[in-house]
């Protein structure tokens, strides 16, 4: 099993919409958790930390499931601009990637 | 936020030869630094765990006496590809932690990548 697992998508959603993603993990000491955007062709860059209370940064939400083992994001009324690929980010001692989820925002 | 910057942003070179690559952090120190490779259409590989003043750790599989790691200062660590060939062609990318609050809830700040090209 994966230490960090993500549905790849592609999710192809129109404008507007609300998508969300899941990304699930294996070490149950973990303790950061974070959402990277990456854009084609460009390094990661931090979208938010994903908090136990779970945080909201205008139409971005993260969730963290300790229980479960899995850290969710939630993107409201998206925008042609936030297409990407979504790195879920899973530390302990060290930084664990997922594999990414794409995101296709159409208008 | 913070910045990492990393040197060369692009690197053409012929199969044999020995490529740097510069990891900087420009207004923060970062105790550990972090190297990745990405290929094409691929996540991030997490290849090393660069601690200042100590040797590298190496994730399982990639060759240390390959890919030497120098951490020589809190704002700098160095990658050398030695003796590169065409199947090292890929996107390298460091980071470099800042410690926000909490032991275990560091941020890493991304270079924006050095991508090689070995022919």
């Known amino acids: 099993r994966k230490e960090v697992e993500q549905d790849p998508g592609p999710f192809n959603v129109p404008e507007g919409a609300t998508v969300a993603f899941n990304c699930t993990y294996s070490?149950?000491?973990?303790?950061?958790f974070f959402w990277y955007r990456q854009d084609c062709r460009k390094e990661p860059k931090l979208l938010m930390s994903v908090y136990s209370s779970g945080n909201e940064d205008g139409r971005f939400t993260a969730q963290l499931n300790r229980a479960s083992q899995y850290i969710s994001l939630l993107i409201r009324d998206s925008k042609l601009s936030d297409s990407a690929t979504y790195l879920c980010?899973?530390?302990?001692?060290?930084?664990?990637f997922g594999a990414g989820t794409r995101l296709t925002v159409k208008p | 936020g913070a910045v990492v910057s990393q040197h060369p942003s692009w690197v053409i070179c012929k199969s044999g030869t020995s490529v740097k690559i510069e990891c900087r952090s420009l207004d923060f120190q970062a105790t550990t630094m972090f190297w990745y490779r990405q290929f094409p259409k691929q996540s991030l590989m997490l290849m090393a765990t660069?601690?200042?003043?100590?040797?590298?750790?190496?994730e399982q599989g990639v060759e240390k006496d390959k890919f030497l790691i120098n951490h020589a200062s809190l704002t700098l660590s160095t990658l050398t590809v030695t003796s590169a060939h065409p199947e090292d062609s890929s996107f390298y990318i460091c980071?470099?932690?800042?410690?926000?609050?909490?032991?275990?809830?560091?941020?890493?700040?991304f270079g924006p990548g050095t991508r090689l090209l070995v022919l």
């Open positions: 980071s470099a932690s800042e410690l926000a609050g909490a032991v275990g809830r560091e941020t890493q700040y």
């Open positions: 660069s601690n200042e003043g100590s040797k590298a750790t190496y």
């Open positions: 980010v899973v530390g302990h001692n060290d930084m664990r």
């Open positions: 070490n149950s000491a973990s303790q950061s």
